[in-house]
């Protein structure tokens, strides 16, 4: 099946299960409706993935291999094993509760993988230029869950507005492939050397509490509205934080939903995965019952 297909096919086996996206269609029930009321949607996000590595390099060595991968959705599509993407939302007058679930395993070729420079302890680290990069890939999979409880704190015609607080967890996991024109000897004095073809690994798991909003504008146009998200946090991050906006259109229990969404998480300079940003358009279908 094709790449695009592998995304449509998960995102619709999705929405039998979870719900609104945040900042999609957000169809919310009027505070004071009672009972509790559900969305479901799936979702297709489309971003481009920045990371900054830092991999460590064996102990016999001693040192870190710090990487930069930067790959558009145009580039990784044709390679992405698979993706599902879907979150939930449940709402009580004034109270909901928000999940958001993201899946992907993907692949960057050597275009998009750039091995920045060997840093072996004790020494100088050694920058690598292009040429001497004879053909590094990666391989990232990431799962991304975010949950937040919100109250609605403003509910008028034209707008409406939720606070909410709750926590995201990453768990990333990369693989580079390097093959390197270079022969370093290891600071250590046991004769081990350094360069050609390789491989480093992360496996890395982060807890980060966050806060936030959501809601949306409601336009003069019967069913059109801006919706809007934003939260920022921290915990295993020193700053994570999520933005999406867009135009949305709602019509009884459906409605749909064209977004940007960014979302990053920034580490200290020490970690293994320093930075990491996905970010690009969203398309996003809810129905609410």
Do not use: C
């Not at 297909?5 to 998960?10: D, Q």
């Not at 024109?181 to 509490?209: C, M």
């Not at 709602?250 to 580490?267: C, I, K, P």
């Amino acid at each position: 099946m094709p790449a695009f297909g592998r995304i449509l096919t998960a995102s619709l086996i999705a929405a039998l299960a979870v719900a609104l996206a945040p900042g999609s269609a957000d169809a919310q029930s009027p505070p004071g409706d009672s009972g509790w009321t559900f969305n479901i949607a799936p979702y297709i996000w489309l971003p481009q993935i920045r990371a900054d590595l830092s991999y460590n390099l064996p102990p016999a060595l001693g040192g870190r291999l710090p990487t930069n991968i930067n790959v558009p959705a145009a580039e990784y599509l044709p390679d992405l094993g698979i993706a599902g993407m879907f979150a939930a939302e449940a709402r009580n007058d004034r109270f909901s509760l928000l999940s958001d679930f993201i899946y992907m395993r993907l692949s960057a070729g050597a275009s998009d993988t750039r091995v920045k420079e060997v840093e072996l302890f004790g020494l100088s680290p050694v920058p690598l230029s292009r040429q001497m990069d004879l053909g590094s890939s990666t391989t990232l999979k990431a799962a991304i869950w975010t949950l937040v409880g919100g109250y609605t704190v403003v509910q008028e015609d034209w707008v409406s507005l939720d606070v909410m607080a709750g926590f995201r967890f990453a768990t990333i996991r990369t693989n580079t492939d390097y093959n390197l024109n270079i022969s370093l000897t290891g600071p250590r004095g046991n004769g081990v050397v350094f360069g050609g073809p390789g491989a480093v690994s992360i496996n890395r798991s982060i807890w980060d509490g966050i806060a936030g909003i959501r809601g949306r504008f409601r336009l003069p146009e019967p069913g059109m509205f801006i919706p809007y998200y934003f939260d920022i946090g921290a915990g295993g991050s020193k700053l994570t934080w999520q933005i999406a906006s867009g135009l949305g259109y709602q019509t009884g229990w459906a409605g749909v939903s064209l977004l940007y969404r960014y979302m990053a998480f920034e580490q200290q300079n020490s970690a293994t995965v320093r930075h990491l940003s996905f970010g690009g358009p969203m398309v996003a279908v809810n129905f609410s019952f």
